[in-house]
């Protein structure tokens, strides 16, 4: 049986896939990979279904070692591992991976999958409710999990061994990170000037920061109104301001349902940007209308489309 052993495990390492989005009325957050395009990518590099589980690495420094031949492709931060691009890796090798200078999550796909068990339909880790992924925790040195049977074709020869993503699906930590966002629910409450601040100047991810989401520091949002408000649906990308009239950015782990006035959400397609903040980071949020997102939202679901078609033709039959 394949397996792939955890040399390394780094600052954070765990099991995701697609997550469970099915069951936020239950008060599950939909986990996942924080950046669900880059998983769907790296799986599909490697001739994996999309939805297959795969390794979210935090901060890169992770290792890993094969017991027989695979294929791998990672997305995301630059850690030292050619992004967007299939790679053959032979029994006993070591898949090193360096801190990369910017960005900070990197998916790992292998060939075949990691074999783990489904919970809700998803073998994604929910650390804070310690169940999924393997053992319901991050992993550590030496844990060594089970993969599938490879599913593409482990020799790797022809036209397929050269293919590779588009750049910006690849390499998602621009050096100048910028959140383009529709007016969130609570939008017109806040004052004019606060409303100008949002759209202007620049916020820094605080240390307080993980798969939940970030506080952000930067110029204070006043509301007109101080009145408290009923809690209600949130999700990945809900920008919250908090009584200290600082955002708060949501990530795929965040919480169901909050109370802090909403003054925007970041758009589906630049939530992959907003998954490789890490502290001291600076951005910025442009408002977007609806339209514009869906339109965004549907050209890449377009694109990405053409390129599963691309592989598809390209894999030896």
Not at 61 to 82: H, K, L, M, T, Y
Not at 133 to 162: H, I, K, M, N, Y
Not at 232 to 251: M, N
Not at 295 to 316: A, I, N
Request: glycine content about 10%.
């Amino acid at each position: 049986m394949g397996k792939v052993t955890i040399v390394r495990a780094g600052p954070l390492l765990s099991v995701q896939d697609l997550g469970r989005p099915r069951y936020r009325s239950e008060g599950i957050p939909p986990g996942g990979a924080l950046d669900v395009h880059a998983a769907r990518l790296a799986n599909l590099l490697v001739g994996n279904a999309e939805k297959d589980a795969l390794f979210e690495i935090t901060f890169g420094q992770a290792r890993f070692r094969f017991n027989d031949e695979r294929i791998v492709a990672c997305c995301g931060a630059d850690s030292g591992i050619p992004l967007g691009k299939p790679v053959r890796v032979l029994p006993n090798d070591l898949l090193a991976f360096t801190a990369p200078n910017r960005g900070c999550r990197s998916w790992l796909a292998i060939s075949g999958g990691l074999n783990l068990s489904k919970l809700l339909g998803s073998c994604s880790t929910d650390l804070r409710g310690n169940f999924g992924g393997w053992e319901g925790r991050a992993l550590r040195d030496g844990d060594e999990l089970p993969l599938g049977p490879a599913t593409s074709d482990v020799r790797f020869t022809g036209p397929r061994a050269d293919w590779s993503a588009p750049n910006e699906w690849a390499r998602t930590a621009p050096p100048h990170p910028m959140l383009r966002c529709v007016a969130g629910a609570e939008w017109e409450s806040f004052t004019a000037e606060a409303q100008r601040l949002f759209q202007r100047d620049a916020y820094t991810v605080s240390a307080q920061a993980d798969r939940m989401g970030a506080r952000l520091e930067g110029p204070k949002l006043n509301r007109r109104s101080k009145m408290e408000l009923v809690s209600e649906a949130v999700a990945p990308g809900t920008v919250q301001v908090a009584h200290d009239q600082q955002p708060i950015l949501l990530l795929g782990d965040c919480q169901t349902i909050g109370g802090y006035p909403k003054i925007a959400h970041v758009i589906t397609v630049d939530l992959p940007i907003a998954a490789q903040l890490r502290s001291g980071d600076s951005v910025r949020f442009q408002l977007v209308t609806l339209a514009e997102a869906h339109e965004r939202f549907v050209t890449r679901e377009r694109d990405f489309s053409r390129f599963r078609v691309g592989l598809q033709l390209l894999t030896p039959r």
